[in-house]
């Protein structure tokens, strides 16, 4: 960590501040403790007045407790997708194969492997090479895998039918409303990430079309959505042949669809 003085650390404050970071002290106080010098510092700083997100001048993201890796163009996880894990965890067991498809850079997954009851066989897949790269650094320390491809098209075929687990923050923000979004998404994440198309569904539709043939008998699905979308996107799993549900939570302000093989 960089020791600055007082009235340096105050002017930093002022700065973040002044350029519209809502929690500046915090930010200023993450800036000192990763920046390796001064002159890295003010790289750093400049970035963030700027309006490159804070994750992506650190470099990580903190998930669940840990730090997760990201980069710049790299999706960030949102504090709403912990109700992803929360609601796959009672679902696990010794040895389950596990499968997050559009993992960017692999929060849940990485989360599921550091919780899980016991080992678990993860697969990360992402169209986007940037993720790819950030997915590996963080699920292969743990034993996962990540891989490049279109959806299920990167995912070795034998495990058709045998997925206990198909998780997916697939993106769901409709087209027209993407002008609206804050800034630090719109212009620093990659928009393969964030479209989904006229409705937003159009990503989901995809995965679930296909997830009759890779879940296990047992399996299930769960796709992260929004309160206003989630019955349409569990409609999509009723006329896939699954059974489903809906999970909502306000302490994270998340939506879960949960389709269940029937």
Same mark, same amino acid.
């Given at each position: #960590? ?17 350029? &519209? ?22 790289? #750093? ?5 700027? &309006? ?108 058709? &039918? ?15 409303? #993407?002008?609206? #979004? ?14 989904? &198309? ?65």
């Amino acid at each position: #960590m960089i020791e600055v003085d007082p009235e340096h650390a105050a002017a930093l404050v002022e700065r973040l501040r002044t350029a &519209g970071c809502v929690f500046a002290e915090d930010e200023a106080a993450l800036l000192l403790a990763e920046a390796p010098d001064h002159g890295r510092l003010e790289r #750093m700083v400049a970035a963030r007045v700027a &309006g490159r997100p804070l994750e992506h001048v650190l470099g990580w993201v903190a998930f669940r407790g840990r730090r997760v890796v990201v980069a710049d163009g790299v999706f960030v996880p949102r504090r709403r997708t912990e109700l992803l894990v929360d609601v796959a965890l009672p679902r696990l067991r010794n040895g389950s194969t596990v499968v997050e498809l559009c993992c960017g850079a692999a929060a849940v997954g990485s989360a599921l492997l550091t919780e899980a009851p016991g080992p678990i066989d993860l697969w990360a897949s992402d169209i986007d090479l940037a993720a790819v790269y950030c997915a590996r650094r963080n699920v292969e320390p743990l034993g996962g895998h990540a891989l490049p491809g279109d959806l299920f098209d990167g995912l070795p075929g034998a495990l058709a &039918g045998r997925v206990d687990l198909l998780l997916a923050n697939a993106p769901y923000v409709p087209s027209a409303s #993407m002008a609206t #979004m804050p800034p630090e998404a719109r212009e620093h994440e990659a928009v393969i990430a964030l479209d989904g &198309g006229a409705d937003g569904l159009d990503v989901q539709r995809r995965i679930i079309m296909q997830t009759p043939d890779w879940l296990s008998p047992t399996g299930a699905v769960l796709i992260e959505t929004s309160e206003r979308q989630a019955p349409e996107t569990a409609a999509l799993m009723r006329a896939a042949g699954l059974t489903a549900s809906i999970v909502r939570d306000d302490e994270f302000d998340g939506t879960v669809a949960v389709g269940v093989m029937a």
